[in-house]
Structure formats: C-alpha cells, structure tokens
C-alpha cells in the first residue's frame, strides 16, 4: 500500500499549521508513522488521497453512525443552503432539535446548542458552579471532557490533592478548583466531598469512558455518584458526548437507568457537522442567559444546517430502534471474534465492549481504570496498528480511543476486518518474541 501523497500532504501541511493537522490525534503520532488524508468515504468504507481504501473504524470519532455519506441525510440538503445557512435569529429548526433531544433524554428539560462537545462541558460546568454559588468540581483520571482550562487536569500525586494542569498555558490558579478523583473508585469521591465540605459545585463523568480505551461504569459508580450528588446539593453532570444516542437511544442514562442532573452532547447530534449541546433539569437551567445570569452565547450556536443534518439524523435514529439492535449484533460478532483471536495468538489482551463502542487493550489485567489501561503495551499496539492499516483497516491510530461502528459495517466487513486481525496480532506475537520475550 503506497502512502505517497498523503506523505508528500503532511510535509506540505507542517509548514502552514502546527502539527500539520487541526486535531492533535490526526497526526498518527502514538503509531510512529504519517498520517492518511482521507479523500471521500461512503458507508463503511473510506479512501484516502492515493486511492486506497479502508474498512473506517473511527466514523469521525463517533457522528457517522449511520455511516458516510448517507443518502437520507443528504437528502433535501442543497434546498437547506439555498434557504441560507447562517441568519443570526431564531429558527424553528432548533425549536424541533430541542425536542427531540428532551424527549429522548428526560433528565434533559431545557437544552441549549452550541458548537463543540468543548463548549458544551464548559458551559455545564460554568451554569453548575452559578446554581450551586460553589467553585470546586471533581472529574476522573482518564476522562475526556474537551479542551477547555479548567478540565485539561490531571491527578496530583495523592488522591486528595488539587489537580495539576496538564498543559502549558493552563495556569494553577484554574486547575487548583478541578479535584481529580479515580473513575469506578466511590470511595475516592466520598473521601473528596467529605474533604471539601459545601465547595463541590459539580462531578462530571463519562458514564461510559471512551477516551482511555472504553471502560464501563460499574453500576455502583453511577449510581453512587447519583447518591452522593444528592446528598452534598452538588450537580451530576453525565459527559455523553460519545455514549449519546450511541449506547442507547437515550445514552447511558437509559442503559444504566441513572439520571444525572445536567448532560452534555456533541459528536452524533450534529451528524458530523460542528455541534454540541447542553441540557438539565429547567431549575438549573433557567440560570442561562438570557433567562438567568450565566452567561452563554455564540454566533453560529444551533446553525440551520448543522440543524438539519443534526436533526435527520435524531429522528431517524429514534423512528428506527432496530439500528441499535443491529450495532448490538455487530458489536457482539466484532467482540466475539477479537476474543477468538487472542485466545488463537495466546496474548491474553482485553476486549471491553458497550454496543457499538469496542475496544482491545493491549494488556493482561482487567481494565476498570485509567491506572490499569496504563498498563498497557503501546508499543505492541503500533505493531498491531501498522499492519491492520496495511491490510485496508483503519481502527483509531491510539491505543486508548475505541472502535466505532456503523450500521453501514455489513458481516463482510468485520470477517475482512477478523482475518486482517489474525495476521496483525500473528505479528504482534512475533515482535513480543523477538523483542522481549518475557512482555507477553
Ligand atoms: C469528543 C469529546 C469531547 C469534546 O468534544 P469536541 O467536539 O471535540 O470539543 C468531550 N467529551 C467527550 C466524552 C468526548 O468524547
């Protein structure tokens, strides 16, 4: 498989924008090789500039789960430009797209749109902190939430202590009020609100973690969190910005039957254009301006055509509930093969799985946290990344990003994506003996 011009691109790129790409993960670094750009895609399959094709197992990061190009959202679209595509005023559009996600998630009673699942987190947090008068937040090790100061932490040494940046240009003074707990560890956050006592404002979680590989709440986690936020007046805010309308229709809220008390969309409700949303019970937000004092704005929130699009999507998703028993069965033949394989290969890796959200961590241990995904072997998974792209099968260039499917991945697709598995973990046994034995 030749890569030239996405080669010669990348070069070109590096001179005009930092990195070469707009997003950090773009540019393959975690794999040790240049980038792909890609070209066009349709359905499952996606092309890159020197025209070869992959099996695309990144969807986008997760919007396209009705796969690429798809003829029903496309449908009526150039009507939608020529009616004009940004006014600056109000639209009816984002009356429907509102009901649609209120009714699809009742914890969500007024939901405001915005363009980013950055902006969305940020928002929630800053009308949580207004609510409650408090200042403090607690997030998890590993969790995602976006780009934004106050979230871009990581824990101190002790599980108690404030979190430190993990950026330059993020100063102390923003991070020393975001507390870093352990995901799927209540004790942590028990221990944190009884040290902060009527300062914790909010705890924000992905109730499905997908940014450290995808790892599960446990049940307990969840629903503790749900106890303790209500016993400490501090808001809940679920982070469903990949596990929307993905692991249900009604996100994981629905799956696990917890409600938290804001939530936060992007990534599928816009249907791959820029879009994110935040939502909550009225109470709190009715302090969004301009209702209330928060203040909250942008010029191009709850654009007509991001609308749209948005919205056929939303509707389509909740008209057709068997497109989320199918990415169940897809999910479910993918897992189940992934687990035959390593057994085969005898590598002992994890496969954790919600629907259509997949992911192998390269490791022996079970993995319920950000401390048991550092276990694992990253330089393994480049070996493994390499030859599945080799072999047409584009997974995320990073070990902890999952696998995301579409309806559009037919049973063909995953046997293809199977056997190039089979050679790519062959090789990763290879590397292991060759390199050091004693890792596998
Ligand atoms: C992708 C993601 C975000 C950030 O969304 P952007 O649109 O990239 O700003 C926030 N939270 C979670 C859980 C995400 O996966």
Redesign the pocket.
């Known amino acids: 498989m030749n890569h030239q011009k996405s080669q010669q691109a990348y070069e070109n790129a590096q001179q005009y924008i930092p990195g070469g790409v707009n ?1 950090p993960v773009r540019a393959f670094q975690s794999v040790g090789i240049s980038p792909i750009f890609a070209q066009k895609a349709k359905g499952s399959h996606l092309w890159d500039i020197d025209g070869n094709e992959y099996i695309d197992y990144i969807c986008s ?2 919007p396209m789960i009705l796969g690429h190009s798809h003829p029903m959202l496309q449908e009526g679209l150039l009507e939608a430009v020529d009616r004009g595509i940004s006014f600056g005023l109000p639209t009816t559009l984002e009356l429907d797209m509102a009901k649609e996600i209120c009714s699809a998630y009742p914890a969500a009673e007024l939901v405001r749109m915005v363009n ?6 940020m928002s929630a947090i800053r009308v949580a902190r207004g609510y409650t008068g408090r200042d403090k937040i607690i997030k998890f090790e590993g ?5 934004s100061d106050g979230l871009l932490v990581k824990a101190g040494s002790g599980a108690l202590t404030y979190g430190i940046p993990t950026s330059p240009g993020v100063p102390a003074d923003i991070t020393k009020n975001t507390l870093v707990c352990h995901y799927n560890d209540l004790q942590s956050v028990q221990d944190t609100f009884e040290a902060n006592p009527q300062e914790i404002a909010a705890v924000i979680v ?1 109730p499905i973690a ?2 450290m590989g995808v790892i599960p709440s446990q049940p307990e986690f969840l629903q503790g969190l749900r106890d303790l936020c209500t016993e400490k007046g501090a808001v809940l805010i679920f ?4 596990s929307g309308f993905r692991a249900a229709f009604g996100g994981a809220a629905q799956l696990y039957g917890v409600q938290p008390d804001m939530v ?1 969309f ?2 599928i409700i816009g249907a791959g254009m ?1 879009v ?1 949303a935040y939502g909550g019970k009225r109470e709190i937000m009715e302090w969004v301006s301009p209702k209330g004092p928060v203040y909250q704005a942008g010029t191009l929130s709850g654009n007509p055509l991001a609308m749209f699009l948005g919205l056929k999507q939303l509707r389509y998703l909740a008209q057709h509930p068997e497109v989320y028993q199918q990415l169940q069965q897809s999910g479910q033949q993918l897992e189940q093969g992934i687990k035959d394989k390593i057994a085969k290969h005898q590598l002992g890796y994890q496969v954790q799985r919600v629907g259509s959200l997949c992911c192998i961590f390269f490791t022996k241990q079970p993995v319920h946290s950000y401390q048991d995904a550092m276990t694992c072997d990253t330089e393994a998974f480049k070996v493994y990344f390499r030859e599945m792209l080799q072999q047409g099968i584009l997974v995320a260039p990073s070990q902890f990003e999952g696998m995301f499917l579409s309806v559009e991945h037919s049973q063909q697709d995953i046997e293809k994506t199977l056997s190039a598995m089979d050679n790519a973990f062959a090789s990763v046994k290879k590397w292991q003996e060759q390199n050091n034995g004693t890792l596998s």
């Not at 982070?239 to 990949?242: K, L, P």
């Open positions: 997003s990061w997760g980013s699942g950055t902006e969305a987190t969790c995602y939430h976006g780009h992905e997908g940014n982070d469903e910005v990949i936060c992007g990534k820029p994110g």
